[in-house]
């Protein structure tokens, strides 16, 4: 049975976006003969925007003081080029910051949040061009192979053999051309395009930073940008679990605003089901982009995992 339920409602703002968080604990109270009234405490935070571009859901684990980020995504409304040259990562770094750093005000005695990096890009759900790019690896290759999380929230991998130094080397190496096209070969594309660009602009580079150097000029993205998922899922080993400190003070991220607290009823109505509405029923086109991290348990695999060795 349930013993002490509490909800809370808040309102706030981050760069002139409203959120609604919805924090849902509460004591499970179980009967066992061997150990009578075996109390187990739960609570989960839901967090939206009013105009449904942002979600997220956390769970806090009360024998270790610690927050699960299991789920979040973001619906920019822009297509992939646009995504990395007009600035909207950092609106994901803003939105996502402002989530955890008024999460910690409620609770403030969870110290450490825990992650998995899965951040996948996602556009047309019917071509497999654009089925399945994680945002991690680009985030890496201009960033000293750090991943999105060890980048933006100074997380740490929970494990040694997932240390920087061992996928740094990745990105030392330079790509041969059997290999890029034999790890991406099943992706539609225009292969014609790549192979006058890797001839003409890319075979003299020296190694696969510099190569990838070549996605920040806006023309050459998208003949560059499709095949190199497949390649570095191949080699470059994302690690998977990672921990932040909290709270976050990091300049960039600016401190939420609360505007309005509830106990009773919700801010924003209806709230969406975060199993329902979001993640399933989101479909982004060819101009659209979802990026999305959904965790081990509930990920989808494109034809490019199934294809690496």
């Given at each position: ?110 110290h450490t949040l825990e992650v998995r990096d899965e951040l996948t890009l996602r556009t047309s759900e ?46 030392q190496e330079k790509p041969e051309l059997n290999e890029l096209i034999s790890r991406s070969f099943h ?123």
């Amino acid at each position: 049975m349930i013993e002490n339920e509490d909800n809370k409602y808040i309102r706030y703002t981050s760069t002139g976006k409203e959120f609604h968080m919805y924090s849902n604990a509460y004591d499970c109270v179980y009967e066992n003969k061997d150990k009578p009234d075996t109390r187990f405490r739960s609570t989960q935070i839901y967090v939206e925007s009013y105009d449904r571009d942002f979600y997220a859901k956390f769970c806090l684990n009360y024998s270790t003081l610690t927050v699960s980020l299991d789920y979040f995504q973001y619906a920019p409304k822009c297509n992939l080029t646009s995504y990395f040259f007009e600035g909207k990562d950092k609106l994901f770094v803003q939105y996502l910051g402002a989530a955890i750093n008024v999460l910690h005000r409620e609770f403030p005695q969870f110290h450490t949040l825990e992650v998995r990096d899965e951040l996948t890009l996602r556009t047309s759900e019917d071509s497999m061009r654009h089925s399945y790019l994680y945002l991690t690896y680009f985030i890496a290759a201009f960033n000293s192979g750090e991943s999105w999380f060890e980048h933006h929230f100074k997380a740490s991998p929970r494990h040694p053999s997932d240390g920087l130094e061992g996928r740094e080397a990745f990105f030392q190496e330079k790509p041969e051309l059997n290999e890029l096209i034999s790890r991406s070969f099943h992706i539609e594309y225009d292969w014609m395009a790549f192979l006058e660009t890797y001839y003409y602009v890319c075979e003299s580079k020296l190694t696969l930073r510099e190569f990838i150097k070549l996605f920040e000029n806006p023309q050459l993205f998208d003949t560059l940008a499709y095949w190199y998922p497949a390649y570095a899922r191949s080699r470059y080993h994302i690690p998977y679990g990672l921990t932040i400190v909290l709270p976050l003070q990091y300049p960039q991220i600016d401190p939420p605003q609360i505007t309005e607290i509830s106990t009773t009823q919700p801010l924003i109505s209806p709230l969406s089901d975060d199993y329902k509405y979001y993640g399933y029923c989101v479909t982004p086109n060819d101009d659209e982009i979802l990026v999305i991290n959904e965790g081990l348990s509930t990920m989808k695999f494109s034809m490019a995992d199934i294809e690496d060795d």
